[in-house]
């Protein structure tokens, strides 16, 4: 998970529909790519709403028609949409029933999994729990637990992670920071080797097309002083 | 640990003297540095000789005698100038008595302290030991356990990390192959943000204004591509 060439940083909310769609869709261009191997993905928490009380926000359709003073069947057409898009993509996707909700607790497992190297097995369980299943997920730690477990994590190890709501709260603030720096208003954001950046969930040609640019011109750092280093032929400073 | 707003990768060596005096030099420009709490700094694999002996290759000052065909008061001159240069930094600096060696096992146990969010302590501990003491450290696993159960590490993990070799290799020459890339050819080598490079245990004002122009120039990726994201007014296809 370490020091590979290039580095692509994904933003990212579990609440968000077209980062579970671009998820697929980026994966999708990134096993065909002849470097993949040498390219580190890593995912960087975003809130969509984080003045959304914890817990649950109730049911998703109701949820966004009354924040965006939309219809119920505006809302609900709205998803129909996400969902044929999901599905198109190889994605299951519950329309109606699903909660939605404040998500900042799913944000410090994505970072405690990180840590353990297993953060793609995180996420992928926590989209699933929520797009693929209509079952409740927000603020019901013992849901979250049983997603969890079931993608491998320890359950103690998980509990204590959920409970102590200071753990990695400052790395998914520092992520918000840093996506605030980078002008980010929306995800899913991607940012190659914080050279070029992709917004949204584009079709996986264009994810392919991304990956070739900024691997063809992956930044090279300049060189600002140069002494006192030691190399092949010792430790020697270097005649200037 | 993480996302931090600029990102400082130094590479290093635990066999090269200018890498220990360059990470006080760093450290103490990086301490007074206005955004401290915002820089990540992360240390990667360097060996000096990726081809040396696994283990120890004996005393430093006869070593380098033979390698770089110097008389033994020459090499002993290097070293003591080397040792002034470390004191003047503060650190402590045994000039002659220890020994050198293949530094691969270090850099795989640096790779687990990282893991564990503690690298900074186990590189401290390893230029401790190889640089402030004069007791053999080369391929002495009896040693390097308890340099890291001496740092706070876990001993049991300690010896399991060190049994087998394959465990962080692969990030070992992943970091190996970047400052391939870089043009790298002597450390420490440091880069800010993949934008700028200082090679060599410089001065801490240089560091100290290495820093402030990385920050000053941190990189903003350009947008290559923009559509169907959910921002704060919800999932839509913007308008192109």
Known sequence: ME?????????????????????KRFNDALIEFDHADQVDVVHRSFELDP???????????????????????????????????????????????????NSFDMHRLLHWAKELGQQEQMLDALYAANFADAEPLFGDTERLVRV???????????????????RYADEVRADERQAQEFGVNGVPFYVFDR?????????????????????GERPQPTLLADSDACGPDGCAVPQN
Not at 3 to 23: R, S
Not at 148 to 153: L, M, P
Request: with cysteine; charged share 20%; net charge negative.
């Open 195 to 215: 050279k070029y950046a992709v917004s949204g969930a584009q079709p996986k040609e264009l994810f392919a097309q991304a990956l070739s640019q900024a691997w």
């Open 148 to 166: 969890a477990v079931g993608a491998g994590f320890d359950e103690a190890a998980t509990r204590e992670v959920l409970a102590d709501e200071q």
């Open 3 to 23: 020091a590979h060439i290039m580095q692509v940083e994904i933003w990212t909310d579990v609440n968000c529909p077209f980062c579970y769609l671009g998820k």
């Open 51 to 101: 003045t959304a009380p914890t817990g649950t926000s109730g049911n998703v359709i109701d949820h966004l028609a009354k924040k965006y003073g939309r219809t119920l069947e505006e809302a609900e057409a709205g998803e129909r949409q996400l969902g044929a898009a999901a599905n198109e993509a190889g994605l299951e996707y519950v329309v109606t029933g699903r909660d939605v909700g």
